[in-house]
């Protein structure tokens, strides 16, 4: 299976529109982050785990022809801004199935209507078929089993996702240790660390490290990056052997 960092930032990305911080100004690609987001292939499967505003940048970088399907997290306009770019893969491929948890799919039936119209529906707009994530309830994608993972993003519910031996989680503050069992036995995880400082709905540096050290997956890698955080190279110095930074057009192998 190969997971390809399509983006590896925070909703404002990095650089930030107007910003002058040093992280910003950095002519280090690495310091240069999409909206997160991956791109999971295996045998003739190809999925992707949400579909944020930058999308198309995404799927023209990472030379993506097709996608089965996309996974998505939560209702955050950094993860589903982008949904009216998916029309190419519409015209190619038909409808693009979603799965998502029922207030998601609500939540952008709500923002993207046009998509969901029944009647004078724009013949160009986007087509999709929506499938609902529950809890407990593991589904199957090609031939692989997807584990959902419930997790809180502050007072938000949140989905992230096993695959095998690899688990995405994105936007984590709190973790039942319910939760905690499903994610035993890892030969990679992704979890989101958005700077040193404490922040009110995602794990900051620490709490990411401690998250790791109590999963004890044999790799970790670190996304939703904040420029808060720092130099790509002089962060990356600080973690642990086992901990990297993830960061935009990386390819991991598992």
């Known amino acids: 299976m190969k997971v390809y960092f399509l983006g590896t930032g925070t909703s404002q990305g ?23 987001s991956i791109w999971i292939q295996w045998g003739e499967h190809s999925y992707v785990i949400d579909c944020g505003p930058d999308f198309r ?7 993506c022809k097709k996608v089965d399907g996309i996974l998505f997290t939560h209702e955050h306009a950094d ?4 949904i009216d770019d998916i029309r190419p893969f519409n ?5 693009m199935p979603f799965y998502a948890h029922p207030r998601v799919i609500e939540n952008i039936k709500k923002r993207f209507d ?3 119209l029944t009647e ?11 499938y609902s994530v529950t809890n407990n309830y593991p589904f199957v994608l090609g031939n692989k089993t997807i584990i959902p993972i419930d997790v809180m993003h502050g007072n938000l519910q949140v ?3 096993r695959i095998d031996d690899f688990a995405y989680l994105t936007d984590v503050k709190t973790i ?17 660390a958005l700077r040193e400082e404490p922040h009110f709905s995602h794990f900051n540096l620490q709490e990411a490290l401690d998250f790791i050290a109590l999963v004890k997956p044999e790799k970790a890698y670190l996304t939703h990056i904040s420029h808060i955080m720092g130099f790509h190279e002089e962060v990356q110095k600080k973690l642990p052997d086992n901990v990297f930074l993830a960061y935009d057009n990386l390819e991991i192998t598992i």
């Open 120 to 130: 004078n529906k724009y013949p160009g707009a986007p087509s999709v078929k929506t």
């Open 176 to 192: 039942d240790e319910k939760e905690i069992a499903k994610l035993q036995n890892l030969k990679v995880l992704v979890v989101n």
């Open 159 to 161: 989905f992230g996702y």
């Open 14 to 36: 990095i650089p930030i529109i107007g910003s002058d911080h040093p992280v910003c100004l950095s002519t280090d690609e690495k310091d240069k982050r999409l909206r997160v």
């Open 57 to 63: 940048q995404q799927m023209l970088r990472a030379n």
């Open 79 to 82: 993860h589903t801004a982008g």
């Open 91 to 95: 015209f190619r491929q038909g409808e």
């Open 114 to 116: 046009y998509v969901f």
